[in-house]
């Protein structure tokens, strides 16, 4: 899974209301098909690619929306900040009616794992959000030309811990995958 993020900073110098953070969370799926868990597995690498082509079961991807107000004075710092993510989460779907009862329920176990560990990312990000909305309420410069570069400075940081967290997350479910029964169905295993 990689966490694909788009940015638009948009500052105004108008109040607005309360510093929050908020998400809306949108959910694709795209269909597979087989009989056999090797079929379905097949099939979901023919069609699962992630943010850079690289093979991926699932993808999350967001873009965040930031606002910020700011009060000008001897210095200038931030009066209000909102930021808003908007999660894509994209899933495969089994959509073969003829697929083996027990191939079939292995899948729909699977699927859910998938499902979970697609919103663990969206959780992750959120957490980062949060931790950087607490922080920038903070900010304050001698002039908003120095405050946008702390800001941006920030932003960075926040982004790349975020990034290693999730990085760290994908990295200890590759090592859980292989022990699901799909995933051992695909390759024999019992």
Known sequence: M???????FLFLLVSSAAAK??????YNYFKI??????????????????????????????????????TIGKTCSVKNYDMQAMFKINLPVLKSSNTLPLVKTSWASFAEVLRRHEEHHRSLWLACAQKFNQKVQSLS????QALNKKFISLW?????????????FDRAEQLRFPKLPFIKM????K
């Not at 410069?141 to 908003?144: F, L």
Request: hydrophobic residues 30%.
């Open 2 to 8: 990689q966490l694909r993020v788009s940015i638009l």
């Open 21 to 26: 953070t908020t998400s809306t969370t949108q």
């Open 33 to 70: 098909q087989g009989q056999s868990a090797q079929q379905i597995y097949i099939s979901l690498f023919k069609h699962a690619k992630g943010p850079g082509g690289h093979d991926a079961y699932a993808t999350t991807s967001t873009r965040i929306f930031q606002k910020a107000s700011f």
């Open 141 to 144: 410069a001698s002039n908003c």
């Open 156 to 168: 960075k940081t926040m982004e790349t811990d975020c990034r290693k967290q999730n990085a760290a």
């Open 186 to 189: 695909v390759s024999g295993r």
